[in-house]
C-alpha cells in the first residue's frame, strides 16, 4: 500500500536549490523557485534563452557543465529536470544518500518530493495534489483558482449568443482569418484579402483536435510581467493549450501553472543576443495546428503592440488557421502606472505616444520621426530603448525638446524586481548606466513623469 503524501510549505528564501537541467521543464519551474527567494543554482551545459536570460541578470547561478556530486553542497532541494532516467537516477540517489529531498521529472514514483499543482490568489497559494495524477490535481487546481477569483457564475456556464455552447464548432478554411476576442459582436479579421473570414470559438475547449483535422491558434498578450494581469480569457485559454510558444517575457509563473504534458516552445527574443527566426516561430505555430493541437502564442504585453501578432496571424491565415486574438495589458501603459505616472494628466498632458527605441534615429531602417516627436507636448513612452537612449535623447534635445523635460525608467514594472529611475531628457542616458538599469525597461518622457509627486 502506497502512503499518502506530507503536505508542506517550503521558505526557501535565501535557501540553496539545485536545478538539474536547463530545458523546458526547467523554464517552467525556476520562476516559482526564483518567486520563493530561493538561491538557484543551475547546472546544465546549456540553457534555453529564458534561463540565460534570467542567469544574465544575476536572478540566479549558472554552472555550465554537467551535474557533479558537489553541486549539491548547502542544498535544502533538488529538481532535476533531465530525460535522461539514469542520469536523473544518479542525481537522486545521491541526494538520497545526504537527505536532500528530490523532486524527478523523469519519473514521479521515484522521487522522495512532488511539485504540485498551484494557484495563486494575492497571499493566498493553494497547492494540491493528485495522488501520482497531474490532470486530477491540476482539474482541482483550476476549479479553486476559479473561486477564489469569484469567477463562477451561471452566467459563465449558461451558453448565450455571445458565449457559444463548450462544444461549439470551430469555423475554417483556406485564407481563415482570426476572431478578435474583445467580446460580442467582435469582426472577423480578413488580412491582406485572404479569402473567407473564419471565427476560431475559442470556447470549444482544449486537446487535441480528431484526427485529419486543423487545430487552431491563440495569439495571447499575458501582460506587462505580474502574472495576475494576464486577463481572465488569456489564462483559460492557456489552460486548455496542446502546445504554448512562449517569449522571454510573460510571465514565468504563468508556464508554472501548465498541464505536465503540454508541449512548451521557448521562442525567448532576447535583445541583441540568441533569438529565433520569426519564420520559425511562424511556422511551429502553422505546423503544430494543422497536426490538430491547439496552440497558445504567449506574449508579453499586448500581441499587437510590438509583438508582431500580426505577422503569425497572416502566416496562420494562409495556411488555414483560425486564429483568437486576446488582448493583454500592455507595457507602455502599465509600467509607468507601476511607478505612480500615469501617462496623461488633466492639464499637463492631453497625449501619449508610444514609439520603439530599437532602432537608433539615424538608423536608415527607422519609420520614426523623432523631429516631429520632439515638438509635441504630451508624454512620450518610450520601448526596447535603453540601447540607444542616448542617441535618443540627444536627437530629442537637438529638435526642441527641452533638456530638462522630466524623465523616468521602469525596469522589469509590476513585478518583484521592479526599479524606478527618475532623471531629466538631458541626464537620463548617464543615469542608466550608472544605475546599471538593463532590458526590459519602458523609457517615460513628460511633465506627467511628476504630476503625481505631492
Not at 477564489?148 to 485564407?175: E, I
Not at 472577423?188 to 484579402?193: F, R
Request: aromatic share 4%.
Amino acid at each position: 500500500m502506497t502512503s499518502n503524501p506530507y503536505p508542506l510549505g517550503l521558505r526557501l528564501d535565501g535557501r540553496r536549490v539545485v536545478v538539474v537541467g536547463g530545458g523546458a521543464v526547467a523554464t517552467r519551474r525556476v520562476p516559482a523557485l526564483l518567486d520563493a527567494g530561493a538561491d538557484v543554482l543551475l547546472v546544465a551545459p546549456e540553457l534555453t534563452p529564458a534561463l540565460r536570460a534570467r542567469a544574465d541578470a544575476g536572478r540566479l547561478h549558472w554552472v555550465p557543465r554537467r551535474f557533479a556530486p558537489e553541486d549539491l553542497d548547502g542544498a535544502w532541494l533538488v529538481q532535476v529536470a533531465i530525460d535522461d532516467p539514469i542520469a536523473a537516477a544518479s542525481v537522486s540517489a545521491l541526494a538520497a544518500e545526504r537527505r536532500i529531498f528530490c523532486v524527478r521529472a523523469d519519473d514521479r514514483s521515484a522521487a522522495t518530493a512532488w511539485t504540485p499543482a498551484v494557484t495563486r490568489h494575492g497571499p493566498v497559494t493553494v497547492a494540491v495534489l493528485g495522488g501520482g495524477d497531474p490532470r486530477r490535481a491540476m482539474t482541482v487546481r483550476d476549479a479553486i483558482r476559479d473561486l477564489l477569483a469569484a469567477r463562477l457564475s451561471p452566467a459563465a456556464a449558461t451558453p448565450t449568443p455571445d458565449r457559444p455552447a463548450a462544444d461549439a464548432p470551430t469555423f475554417g478554411g483556406l485564407g481563415a482569418a482570426a476572431s478578435t476576442a474583445g467580446g460580442a459582436g467582435g469582426e472577423a479579421l480578413t488580412p491582406g484579402g485572404a479569402g473567407a473570414a473564419a471565427l476560431a470559438s475559442d470556447t470549444a475547449g482544449g486537446g487535441a483536435a480528431t484526427a485529419g483535422s486543423v487545430g487552431r491558434v491563440a495569439l495571447v498578450g499575458s501582460g506587462p510581467g505580474d502574472p495576475e494581469l494576464i486577463t481572465v480569457r488569456g489564462w483559460r485559454l492557456l489552460t486548455e493549450a496542446d502546445v504554448v510558444v512562449a517569449d522571454r517575457l510573460v510571465p514565468g509563473l504563468l508556464l508554472d501553472e501548465l498541464r505536465p504534458d503540454v508541449e512548451l516552445v521557448d521562442a525567448s527574443k532576447i535583445p541583441y543576443g540568441p533569438s529565433r527566426a520569426q519564420e520559425e516561430i511562424n511556422q511551429i505555430l502553422v505546423d503544430r495546428a494543422l497536426a490538430g493541437a491547439f496552440v497558445v502564442r504567449l506574449k508579453g504585453g499586448d500581441p499587437y503592440v510590438f509583438g508582431r501578432g500580426g505577422e503569425e496571424l497572416l502566416a496562420c491565415a494562409e495556411a488555414g488557421v483560425p486564429v483568437t486574438v486576446v488582448p493583454g495589458v500592455t507595457s507602455s501603459i502599465a509600467a509607468p502606472a507601476a511607478a505612480g505616472i500615469p501617462v496623461t494628466h488633466r492639464g499637463v498632458a492631453h497625449e501619449f505616444t508610444v514609439v520603439s527605441g530599437h532602432l537608433a534615429p539615424e538608423a536608415p531602417a527607422s519609420l520614426v520621426r523623432w523631429d516631429a516627436l520632439a515638438g509635441l507636448r504630451g508624454t512620450l513612452v518610450i520601448l526596447m530603448g535603453l540601447k540607444n537612449l542616448a542617441a535618443i535623447s540627444e536627437t530629442l534635445v537637438a529638435h526642441g525638446r527641452p533638456p530638462q523635460t522630466p524623465a523616468a525608467v521602469v525596469q522589469e514594472a509590476t513585478t518583484g524586481t521592479q526599479r524606478v529611475l527618475r532623471s531629466t531628457l538631458g541626464a537620463v542616458a548617464a543615469d542608466v548606466l550608472a544605475a546599471d538599469l538593463r532590458p526590459p525597461a519602458v523609457v517615460v518622457l513628460g511633465n506627467v513623469v511628476n504630476a503625481l509627486d505631492g
